[in-house]
């Protein structure tokens, strides 16, 4: 999640997105699944006044974040035959899936804002740069907050990818940045498709979207199902937790890895993003093999410690017999092969 937005004007209702079951016509606007577990936030203006005056401690690294830097070569080097996942930072993950390389919710620029001199600043540089990326097969999106569609990003990479996955109404960011139409597929949850040897289905997920003041939930949010090489790979995006994670476990017969939401959370906005406690229980609903922890050690968006998020996680899923993942920023991760997982942010401030 991101609280900080630019303004944007009011619009009539976006032809097309009324036949979706998660559209309200009235309002133009996209809803979360009824959720009887869902906590009340606190008004937005409130929300909105403690991040601009709210006091904050231990939020910003002052050790380096670090960082294993990657190269064309190694990346070249990674077996064709088999899944990989390298950590770029926050949400941002760079794929090799069977020999083809995927990017999800890659944010390259230095500060998740409408602005460029004001917002979080990220905490430390890519594993590697834009310019040094592979050619992208494909590029999966979760929704259009700042932390997860990035201008800047795009901008380099519109002629660049081969494909674009996306929620629905989310294509319309990505032409007014300077992508191709034909190169955007949008979907609505539990819509699929397959592509370059990846089956990939739009799952719910329980947020929110916009980039400004007045657009907000004017396009869809997901999570998402990727399936290849007989491996299933789901990814979170952003979420509060809800009963639509048990739904798709048992939908797709659980996973061999889980790339799940772990940080940004606040008794203040309780239902858009999960607690560590509520992470572990929404991988024991997918049915996951892994837990790979995402969402954290790169920007500033809430006020919890930053190390807060890996460090609890840790802890609930030793007490669980959770096989856990918090790679480094710029580890490789291969799906199904096994690894020692090291709590790298110990005994840094």
Known sequence: MLLLGGCASTRACEAGLSASPQYETEGCRFRNAVNPEAKPSQ??????????????????????????????????????????????????????LQGRYWLIDPVFGERVSPFSFMGPKRFHAPPLALTELPPIEGLILSHDHYDHLDVPTIAYLKDRVQRYFVPLGVGRRLVEMGVAPERISEFDWWQAATHAGVQLTATPSQHFSGRGLWDRDSTLWSSWVLQVGGQRIFYSGDSGYFGGFAQIGARFGGFDIALMENGAYDAWWPSVHMTP?????????????????????????????????????????????????????????????????????????
């Open 43 to 96: 008004e937005g203006w409130r929300i909105w006044s403690r991040f601009f005056f709210g006091k904050k401690e231990g939020t910003v690294p002052v050790d380096a974040i670090p960082v294993r830097p990657l190269t064309q070569a190694q990346l070249a080097a990674l077996p064709a035959d088999a899944n990989h996942i390298v950590r770029l930072g926050h949400s941002s993950h760079l794929l090799k």
């Open 277 to 349: 406690a509520e992470t572990v229980r929404a991988f024991g609903d997918l049915r996951g093999k892994t837990l790979y922890s995402v969402h954290n050690s790169t920007f500033d968006l809430a006020f919890h410690r930053w190390q807060a998020p890996l460090a609890e996680l840790a802890a609930l899923a030793q007490a669980a017999g959770i096989d856990l993942a918090t790679p480094e920023i710029g580890e490789v991760l291969t799906v199904g092969v096994p690894r020692q997982n090291r709590l790298w942010w110990e005994g840094l401030r």
